[in-house]
């Protein structure tokens, strides 16, 4: 899945147009980066689809990259 299929996608368009540039390539590379298509669409239409927990993730880091301790 590239950027512009991920930008492309009606549920994803909808919402990317209320939020800044940068934001809207935060989102797009967590995207990327965490999701899944049912291409087999055995559960959806095709949908593009992230684990729950890696938004859960997400939220609580509030966007920023996750910083290793030490």
């Known amino acids: 899945m590239c950027k512009e299929e991920i930008k492309e996608d009606i ?11 940068e934001e809207q390539l935060k989102v797009i590379d967590f995207i990327m980066g965490y999701s899944f298509k049912d291409s087999k669409e055995a559960y959806t239409n095709g949908t593009i689809l992230v ?3 890696r938004v859960l993730d997400a939220i609580q880091q509030k ?3 996750y910083q290793s301790v030490g």
């Open 11 to 21: 549920s994803i368009k909808s919402r990317l147009q209320y939020i800044t540039d």
């Open 63 to 65: 966007g920023n990259q």
């Open 51 to 53: 684990p729950l927990f």
